[in-house]
């Protein structure tokens, strides 16, 4: 679906206020810093603005603009799908590295930073292995080895290539679940306890000392009753700290910023302060994966701007939210769109049933949204006292 119409309006108010504010060079001002790119602005504040990448809209030489906007706008990279176990191992023993090489290949050549995603999740694993559990061909002592070796081979291909690895993803329940009382989850729990958790950080270190270490959920943007039964932000803020607490080398939390517009969502004091709170443990902190995605009501596809401008509007003001609150705490290092365009976006695909669409920053036609102006502003005007330069962290032996 082309939602182009009506963006058109929105664009030319834009550029007016763009032309507007704009004032001749002075010695005081010697340029628009309104001109820069999310990437330049981010770096004044040593903070690295990322996107996700769609490697087929990468290489896609009938869509040249997307190279563009990777390379210009962004100073950090995530493969979508590039370095998830199903892609790498798609049959036992033979590695497919092709995808994933020119993904690290490509970041280097634009200088940007990777954030490696992801070592250990119990989605997207190969088959092969999921079958040869559930058949008892494959049992705990071996599944162990294999996890280990996973992780051992391909932190060492890339070793000093990735910045922060997501070393173990979405491994914490929400209170939605059956029980209610948050847990350890899925595939690698139910099959070895929740000690994997700290054996993924102890392999992945030993492969790569250099690497920024991280634990990555959703859902943890903020916390809530501060009860860790049923507060998901509180719970993995305990294992963080419980783990630091047994000498695990874990050097970071990644929350990842998945929000709707249809929720009530946060405001950037109650960002900070979950920040800081993992920051007091001594951690870094980024945003991993943030969309704000918007019910794509019947209004919204025939391009009524009365149901779409407020759906703009109040993405614009949850990426705002989430960037706020990294750039106030020093500990925050990255800030991460998961997709920068509609284009390219997971959202409509998985969000199907009711439709939902709009959660990026770019619109289908690579025209920037009021999010990334809120960006842009947030990333120009913000400053000393209350932000601080990035506390740069040492990978935790």
Same mark, same amino acid.
């Given at each position: 679906?082309?939602?182009?119409?009506?963006?058109?309006?929105?664009?030319?108010?834009?550029?007016?206020?763009?032309?507007?504010?704009?004032?001749?060079?002075?010695?005081?001002?010697?340029?628009?810093?309104?001109?820069?790119?999310?990437?330049?602005?981010?770096?004044?504040?040593?903070?690295?603005?990322?996107?996700?990448?769609?490697?087929?809209?990468?290489?896609?030489?009938?869509?040249?603009?997307?190279?563009?906007? @990777?390379?210009?706008?962004?100073?950090? @990279?995530?493969?979508?799908?590039?370095?998830?176990?199903?892609?790498?191992?798609?049959?036992?023993?033979?590695?497919?590295?092709?995808?994933?090489?020119?993904?690290?290949?490509?970041?280097?050549?634009?200088?940007?930073?990777?954030?490696?995603?992801?070592?250990?999740?119990?989605?997207?694993?190969?088959?092969?292995?999921?079958?040869?559990?559930?058949?008892?061909?494959?049992?705990?002592?071996?599944?162990?080895?294999?996890?280990?070796?996973?992780?051992?081979?391909?932190?060492?291909?890339?070793?000093?290539?990735?910045?922060?690895?997501?070393?173990?993803?979405?491994?914490?329940?929400?209170?939605?679940?059956?029980?209610?009382?948050?847990?350890?989850?899925?595939?690698?729990?139910?099959?070895?306890?929740?000690?994997?958790?700290?054996?993924?950080?102890?392999?992945?270190?030993?492969?790569?000392?250099?690497?920024?270490?991280?634990?990555?959920?959703?859902?943890?943007?903020?916390?809530?009753?501060?009860?860790?039964?049923?507060?998901?932000?509180?719970?993995?803020?305990?294992?963080?700290?419980?783990?630091?607490?047994?000498?695990?080398?874990?050097?970071?939390?990644?929350?990842?910023?998945?929000?709707?517009?249809?929720?009530?969502?946060?405001?950037?004091?109650?960002?900070?302060?979950?920040?800081?709170?993992?920051?007091?443990?001594?951690?870094?902190?980024?945003?991993?994966?943030?969309?704000?995605?918007?019910?794509?009501?019947?209004?919204?596809?025939?391009?009524?701007?009365?149901?779409?401008?407020?759906?703009?509007?109040?993405?614009?003001?949850?990426?705002?939210?989430?960037?706020?609150?990294?750039?106030?705490?020093?500990?925050?290092?990255?800030?991460?769109?998961?997709?920068?365009?509609?284009?390219?976006?997971?959202?409509?695909?998985?969000?199907?049933?009711?439709?939902?669409?709009?959660?990026?920053?770019?619109?289908?036609?690579?025209?920037?949204?009021?999010?990334?102006?809120?960006?842009?502003?947030?990333? @120009?005007?913000?400053?000393?006292?209350?932000?601080?330069?990035?506390?740069?962290?040492?990978?935790?032996?």
């Amino acid at each position: 679906m082309m939602l182009r119409r009506w963006m058109a309006a929105g664009l030319v108010a834009v550029a007016t206020a763009g032309a507007l504010g704009a004032v001749p060079a002075t010695a005081n001002r010697p340029h628009d810093p309104t001109d820069r790119s999310l990437r330049a602005l981010a770096l004044r504040h040593k903070l690295h603005i990322g996107t996700a990448v769609d490697m087929a809209a990468l290489t896609d030489p009938a869509d040249p603009r997307y190279r563009e906007l @990777v390379r210009e706008e962004f100073s950090s @990279v995530t493969a979508e799908n590039e370095m998830k176990w199903e892609s790498l191992e798609p049959t036992r023993g033979n590695y497919d590295w092709g995808p994933a090489d020119a993904f690290v290949a490509a970041a280097r050549r634009n200088d940007q930073r990777v954030r490696g995603h992801v070592l250990v999740w119990q989605n997207q694993v190969p088959k092969w292995l999921t079958d040869g559990v559930a058949d008892g061909s494959i049992g705990t002592a071996e599944l162990r080895e294999i996890l280990r070796h996973h992780i051992t081979t391909v932190v060492s291909r890339y070793r000093g290539r990735i910045w922060q690895w997501d070393v173990v993803n979405e491994a914490v329940s929400d209170p939605w679940d059956t029980p209610s009382t948050l847990h350890y989850k899925g595939f690698w729990a139910e099959h070895l306890g929740p000690g994997y958790i700290a054996d993924a950080f102890r392999w992945a270190r030993a492969a790569d000392p250099g690497a920024l270490l991280f634990y990555n959920d959703y859902n943890i943007e903020a916390f809530g009753s501060g009860n860790p039964a049923d507060d998901k932000t509180q719970f993995v803020h305990d294992m963080a700290r419980d783990l630091l607490a047994q000498g695990v080398p874990i050097d970071g939390v990644g929350s990842q910023g998945h929000l709707g517009t249809q929720y009530g969502n946060y405001d950037p004091i109650q960002v900070a302060d979950a920040l800081h709170r993992f920051a007091r443990l001594g951690l870094a902190t980024a945003f991993t994966e943030v969309d704000v995605r918007s019910r794509l009501t019947d209004g919204v596809q025939a391009g009524d701007p009365e149901e779409i401008n407020p759906r703009l509007q109040a993405s614009a003001a949850n990426f705002h939210a989430l960037l706020q609150g990294c750039l106030a705490e020093p500990r925050c290092l990255s800030f991460t769109v998961w997709g920068f365009t509609d284009r390219h976006s997971w959202v409509p695909g998985w969000f199907d049933d009711p439709p939902e669409g709009l959660a990026t920053i770019y619109d289908e036609d690579y025209r920037p949204k009021r999010a990334y102006h809120l960006i842009k502003a947030d990333l @120009v005007y913000a400053g000393p006292p209350y932000v601080l330069p990035r506390v740069a962290p040492k990978p935790r032996r």
